[in-house]
């Protein structure tokens, strides 16, 4: 009865559109009373009715319905093999990382995530791993920096906070020819409007705390593979780690990702009025906005403006993160991006003078009142 109801239903959502895949899930229903929410299974273990029977459930830290329910979502909404939702993004990426063997290197985005690059050089640096950061919109520049010890290609596009795009089919063709992974952190333009395994990625990997559970009310990571082989690597790493993400946690980034695709175009049409309005305003000297989704970075004529604009916003929040349904506003020099060595920052334009804007999905009119009652403080 459960299998007939599985099959029946993920059949006919293959061929639905993603704005309805968002909201119908893989299972969907509970398979066996109905319940269109999908149940919260909050057990941490499963009786077995009899020697040598199981439900395929054991124990909530290899498999739990809730948790798959969510993953399985993820696999389809990113159109790969298998999913797996770990406590965070970063505990996520740890996993992605647990790829590596001792020796091994990997190619990554200059303006990485300072989570991610501090999951690089404090812990498997120490490892006798070696990792080099380069611009990876050139790719020329990443082919060129393959060595015989490469292993993968980690990439964030658009990047945090620059915004620059990568191209992904470009950088899978090259990691296909030298035989090496491409990882891609899809969290800044989420599935919506990014989808890397389809353009060869090998592994997709999320801060689901972001536009996925959308609500600034959860801490999450995805993981998506495009190989089952790929898939027991980040099934073991789960086991063992003990990373995998709580029932009720995983139910509510289901419920979060039922309204994706609302929120995602809600998010692009703001951002962009957010990014037309500011590109024009004196005191801004740049924006940096890669065109789609919600999320832009600024660069403005002072440090004072700074603080006015952090200190003087009343609807939107100064706060760290993004992707949710409020407007945040970030400082990456002190908030995101305190591990990446001040050199590097300048380089990248990353200076005292630099804010990141997650534009929510509030009236747009209201987010350019706020920053322009801010704005004008100075
Ligand atoms: C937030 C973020 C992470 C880390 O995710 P957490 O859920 O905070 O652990 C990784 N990558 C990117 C691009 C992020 O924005």
Redesign the pocket.
Known sequence: MVNECYYNTYDRKERLHFDSKVVHGALGCDPMTGAVSFPIFQTATFRHRAFDISTGYDYSRLQNPTRQELERTMAILEGGMEGFAF???????MCVFGLLKKGDHVILSDD??G??YRICQDIFRNMDCEFTYLDMTDTARVEAAIRPATRMLFV?TPT?PMMKVADIAALAEIAKRHEILLAV?N??LSPYFQRPIQQGADIV??????YLCGHNDV???IVVTASRELAEHFRMQMKTRGNGLAPLDSWLVLRGIKTLSLRMERHDGNARKVAEWLSTHPKVKKVYYAGQGGMLSLEVDSVDTVRHLLSDVRMILFAE???GTETLITYPLTQ?HESIPSEVRERLGINERFVRISVGIENAEDIIADLAQALNMV
Do not use: P
Not at 87 to 93: D, E, R, W
Not at 205 to 210: D, E, F, L, Q
């Open positions: 406590s965070s993004g970063q505990a996520a990426n990485i995530y989570g991610t964030e945090n952190d969290t800044f990997v999320h801060s689901g705390t972001k801490i999450a990571g993160s993004l992707g995101t």
